[in-house]
């Protein structure tokens, strides 16, 4: 199929404008100069500079920590309620359900993070790691089980009765092919919790407590006094590292491509 | 009725961080500030029990909601926000729409690499992005600083801490939102019905409105309600990006939050962001049930 | 209705008054039949007869609204599927994809529990069968339809079931191979003795690979006989017409005595053994009619005059299609009798003869 003029141009124009702003922030976070407009020579001090910025350093411990245990809860739960809702199709509290697991994902953050934030008040539990994590669990949660039942609902039902017909139980049958089959989707999903967790201002700031800044949060303090080479250096090494988890995990998972 | 796990473990989680915060933010719209820790004073106690809510139900403080139609800060805050998330959508429409087309015109197997350009932005950090638009748009930014080398421009556009900074960055950050469910609907489309209507004597243009876009209605409607909703409540892109006379609710229920101290009232602008995005999601659940039944 | 199992051999599926319905919809209506021990099967019909929901039934997915199924004398009604020693090929195969040919053959043995030594054994005899035994370690996503469609074969016969269930295994394949592929599935049936169950709307196919076959339409079975039973003697004006092609007539019912009536068709009367039957239509196979010059006569047959609306050419036959006094007929000439037969134009007048012993008695 050729392609016309204007779709080239679509494309084209449509993908740069995505990847202006990346690339900016990338070029400049090599630039000796402090100012934006000015190309001071090439230069990596300010990455030597977030080594030794020890705050940035503690939150993007603290970010990771974070990511990892919420994707892992995130996973595990949004796994379990995209297979309650495709596989059973009438249940108490059906209707309910549904809503609340797919409403979170066009929710506006800030009204998700007060929520929880009042939450954990009513409970009386301290902010900090703990809270902050489950925040981001209540949250990724809808989308891991949006990309698991989109894939349950694509998955031909022939195979899991194949594996009845051949002898196995219902569970093993699950355990034995569709869920190695959906394992994809599964990785996909928690890969995507993951980097919400990692991304997430607005949420972590209304639950997080001492001692458990996240590096958003840490950055965002910094963006509001203006454009710096030291964010520009972190922005970076954020992006090609995500970027780079991005298409490990794609690699992984394309030898797993099935019908 | 056998209670399986695999329902009731997601089903109390999803009630106990769902249904629980909720009904916590109801009654906090409803309470007054206090000089506190909480700082409010609640409507009424958990321990109560039904009757004695029952009875605080007639006499509710409704002072937070009278407030709100007082100020008109808040009222124009929701304006506001309404008419820059509009703007937003149709400009992320406007860049999504040729861009899905576009990709679902290209060769089969370019149509993955493309998508995946076009979604790998998504992953790297939402804050990071909007900042990358900071150095573009200040008045000596990146592109005021272009313009004027070029001669095109004596004095920097106002680019930065505005209503149109805003729009660029709404439409910048939920630009994949619109284009993935374009395209799904896109990909699936008979392209012949198209070159039908050309073979009919249509031109390239009115063939692809009167035959090709009504088809995509659907993706349409799903992708200008995962962009409008979320954009009503953005607040990282108008502090970042917008001004001091720029008026978003969610910057309003932020700095009554951190700001005033005045939880009530952030819950009230809560309650009342709920009821206008409850609309858009109650229009979007009938149609998923008639694409379900269809 | 042929119950009896033409191998003579014991029943082994009994199915007793089976109906099933989904909401409003009746896939499956009062159905009864036997299949017997190594018999080969076949349910034949139309999309939306219930062939496959009967077939689903005797495999265990979904369960008879009324009636019950038995299998080798025990009821398996409620049975579920990996319970009954019955396997079945996919339509779609459905193969796994995330493991290889060894191991997707090896899957049924695994849950089973059979020891990794007899596993192994079994599954190569299998791929052997099949003649797919070199291909035991690749990738499913790898394999050609056909080669696909084997390895399903070869997945469920590895565990030597008493009925082996085929979803229209020939519907995805072409023409070629169509016809290779029944001739080795005959074959295969043959040697291991295992029942098969063919589940297909192409009557050739049944018609070239059953012991017997059912014929169904909206939930019913129509009748169940040999493929000669059905072609020869078919009972019903729908069997006639689905099985083969066939002139299905309306006669003029003049008298009845003593298990044979006088009819006639377009004013020329005839006799013909009906047994106890009173009302009936005529069935004639276009094959079965000659096609004669205008003024020949055949004494024993029935003739009538005729003109000539259509001649197609179909490679080995000619079909023609006359128009008598009141109905219109289609028949049949082997183009290899060309040189010596007849060959009218349109439009030519002529005299189509046939046997009144050749006219089938359709009741229904």
Redesign the interface.
Known sequence: ?R??R???V??V???A??????L??MI?SFNASK???VWGGFSTQWYRGLLANKPLMDAAFVSLRVALASALGATI??T??A??LRR?RR???RGL?A???F?????????TG???L??F??LDWDRGFWTIT?AH??FT?SFVAFIVDARLADL?P??E??????????L??FM??TL??ILPAIAAGCLLAF?LS??D??IA??TSGPGATTL?MR??GQ??LG?TPE?NAA?TV??VS??LI?IVV?WLTRR???? | MKIRPVILIPFLWLALFFLVPLTIVVRLAFSESAQARPPYRPAFAWAEGWPVWLEKAKSLSLGNFEAMLEETLYIDALLSSAGLAATGTALVLLIAYPLAYAIARAPRDRRVLLLTLVVVPFWTSFLIRIYAWIALLKPEGLINYALKSFGLIDAPLPLFGNHLAIVIGIAYSYLPFMVLPLYATLEKLDWSLEEAARDLGATRLRAFWRVTFPQTLRGLIVGILLVFVPALGEFIIPDLLGGSDTLMIGKVMWSEFFGNRDWPMAAALAMLLLCLLAIPLVILRMLEDRRETA | MGTQGVTGRPPLVSIEHVSQSFGSVRAVEDVSLTICEGEFFALLGPSGSGKTSLMRMIAGFGEPDRGRILLAGEHVTRVPPHKRPVNMMFQNYALFPHLNVFENVAFGLREEGVPKPERSARVDEALRLVQMQSCAARRTQALSGGQKQRVALARAIVKRPKLLLLDEPLAALDRRLREETQEELKHLQKSLGIAFLVVTHDQDEAMMMADRIAVMSAGRVLQIGTPADLYERPVSRAVARFIGDANVIEPEIRAHLDGRALVAVDGTPFEIATGSVRDFAIGVRPEKIRVLEPYVSVPGSVTLDASVEQRLYRGDVTELRVRTAHHVWRAAILNASRRTGFMPEPGERIRIAFAPDDAMVLPE
């Open positions: 199929m392609m016309s204007f779709n080239i679509s494309l124009f449509g993908i404008f995505l990847y202006l702003p990346i900016i922030v400049y100012l934006v407009t739960i949004g379990m309620a297979l309650a059973h249940f108490v509290g359900f809503f609340m697991l409403v979170p994902l066009v929710l506006p953050e800030i009204m007060l929520s929880l009042l939450l008040v009513a489950l669990m209540a949660t031909d022939s195979y009765e194949a594996a009845r017909d051949l002898g196995a139980s219902p093993s049958a034995r092919v190695p089959m980097t990692l991304d201002l607005v700031s209304f958003p950055l965002y963006m509001r454009v964010i922005s954020l992006i995500v970027t991005v794609a797993h491509r099935q019908a």
